[in-house]
């Protein structure tokens, strides 16, 4: 957690902060972020689930939330009664029918009569929302330096008062046991689980802001109620499809007996998740496959610096330890601030020549995906509940349901025939067919990619085999058009 006092003019030092440490969720304060500002811009390379409260008047302000993709959250919609409160709340999935929800506020550090009308919102938000069968975790700086946490008589004002009544009678535990900005304590970890947090320490600032990062450890464990379906494609792995061994595929595919198939699965549904089932079988055997041989939450996308900011960045972090043993130094005050802004215009300095290079390329396509990255941003599909209550976090069971429901919301023939004008009907269609050269023809316009449909299969293995394919694709085609296939059992198909 941590005060960024103005993300905006941190970006290449938030960058290394996201895709060089191991954070699994990065709350954010004082983003001073606008609506103008895409979150592409904040994490071009879309590791993470993008959550942010602005501020809608003045300057300053502004939560956010980064929580990497792999993780199931679910933004809870709060109130418009309390949109003047610059809070975010929101849930993640820890296993099926279970939820941890998570806060992070802040409070701007005033206490006249408006900071007594906000605190009071803000408290009454949090009492609402915190009356759930889930533990509560509550982040963020609450600009209150005034409470004891270990000796609650301290309190001296109305705010702190009124702030620090909230957290003895919700029975929640401050966790940070250390100055957060100078002498001062401003930023908090608040649970109403006391052995939720098994580490808590201190980490230099993000930038040149002037508040510590604070770093701490969930004893929690994190598992999916469908983990049991996840397959090898979702299991922090990969197929290597362009070095697959496409005519060893081909043959196995063209030793089995595409008739028998079809008429030992009549049904629709039924004859299409064989078909799949029999290629997956096969892409197993004759596709190299790799596993990362790591935890799905160590970033995906971690970059490595070049070696003179690494040692700049190690060099800044032993100046802070000793700024922080022996604050009234002023050398050490000094020498930190020097390679903080050094830091800083290296940094910005790479990104310069980062930019320059793709200029130099002269390559249209690696321009417009660069930009393109940076104004666009791909949001997530969170988690779903199917019709027994249980949380859905695989991509493909919420494929599959997204699915089902599209296929049953057309509307029911109510047997009127509408009034028309009379129409000579030349011919009728008695029957729907297709062919082997019309399979072959829809494959030749797919674009030979990894862009995989819900099937996780890409365009590539459809292009290499389509041969082989061509023939049952055009039986289990036509089988489902010729009214084998009811409502219900209706399911997407790539190339229809």
Excluded at 29 to 45: K, S
Excluded at 296 to 324: C, E, G, Q
Aim: aromatic letters at 10%; proline letters at 3%; charged letters at 25%.
């Amino acid at each position: 957690m941590l005060n960024a006092r103005s993300v905006v003019n941190k970006i290449p030092e938030l960058h290394q902060l996201i895709y060089c440490e191991n954070y699994g969720i990065i709350f954010v304060t004082e983003t001073w972020l606008r609506v103008a500002i895409d979150n592409g811009l904040l994490d071009p390379h879309a590791c993470y689930h993008i959550l942010r409260k602005d501020r809608n008047t003045g300057v300053g302000g502004g939560v956010a939330v980064f929580a990497k993709r792999h993780l199931s959250i679910s933004e809870v919609k709060v109130n418009d009664i309390f949109s003047d409160a610059e809070l975010l709340c929101f849930d993640i999935v820890v296993r099926a029918k279970s939820k941890l929800r998570f806060f992070v506020v802040y409070r701007p550090p005033s206490y006249d009569d408006v900071a007594k009308s906000y605190i009071k919102l803000l408290l009454k938000c949090l009492k609402m929302y915190c009356e759930v069968d889930c533990t509560s975790v509550i982040v963020g700086d609450f600009n209150i330096p005034s409470v004891g946490w270990s000796d609650s008589s301290r309190c001296t004002d109305y705010v702190s008062t009124l702030f620090s009544d909230f957290v003895s009678r919700g029975g929640f535990t401050q966790f940070v046991d250390f100055c957060t900005r100078g002498d001062n304590l401003l930023d908090l970890v608040l649970s109403n689980d006391r052995e939720i947090v098994f580490s808590i320490s201190a980490k230099p600032p993000l930038g040149n802001s002037d508040h510590t990062v604070i770093d701490f450890n969930l004893n929690i464990s994190i598992t999916g109620n469908d983990d049991h379906e996840i397959d090898r494609t979702a299991d922090g792995g990969r197929y290597y499809w362009y070095k697959a061994d496409f005519e060893g595929l081909q043959q196995a595919l063209s030793q089995i007996d595409w008739n028998k198939f079809i008429c030992c699965n009549a049904n629709g549904s039924c004859v299409w998740a064989s078909f799949l089932k029999i290629l997956w079988t096969n892409v197993d055997e004759f596709v190299p496959y790799s596993s990362r041989g790591q935890h799905k939450n160590v970033a995906i996308k971690r970059r490595r610096y070049p070696t003179h900011i690494r040692k700049l960045v190690t060099k800044r972090r032993r100046l802070w330890k000793a700024m922080r043993k022996d604050p009234n130094d002023l050398n050490k005050r000094h020498e930190y601030r020097v390679c903080t802004n050094e830091l800083r215009r290296e940094n910005h300095l790479l990104v310069t020549q980062e930019e320059n290079n793709i200029i130099q390329t002269n390559n249209v396509g690696v321009f417009y995906k660069y930009i393109n990255n940076r104004i666009r941003y791909r949001k997530a599909i969170g988690s779903l509940l199917d019709d027994s209550g249980n949380v859905v976090t695989s991509d493909q069971r919420k494929a599959e349901m997204f699915n089902y429901y599209y296929s049953k919301v057309g509307i029911v023939d109510d047997d009127n025939v509408p009034v028309s004008d009379i129409v000579t009907v030349h011919s009728i269609l008695t029957t729907v067919r297709f062919t082997a050269s019309d399979i072959i023809a829809a494959i030749n316009k797919l674009k030979p990619n990894l862009s995989s449909w819900p099937d996780r299969l890409p365009p590539l293995l459809y292009k290499k085999l389509k041969y082989v394919l061509c023939c049952p694709l055009s039986l289990i085609f036509t089988q489902m058009l010729i009214g084998y296939v009811s409502r219900d059992e209706m399911i997407v198909l790539p190339f229809l």
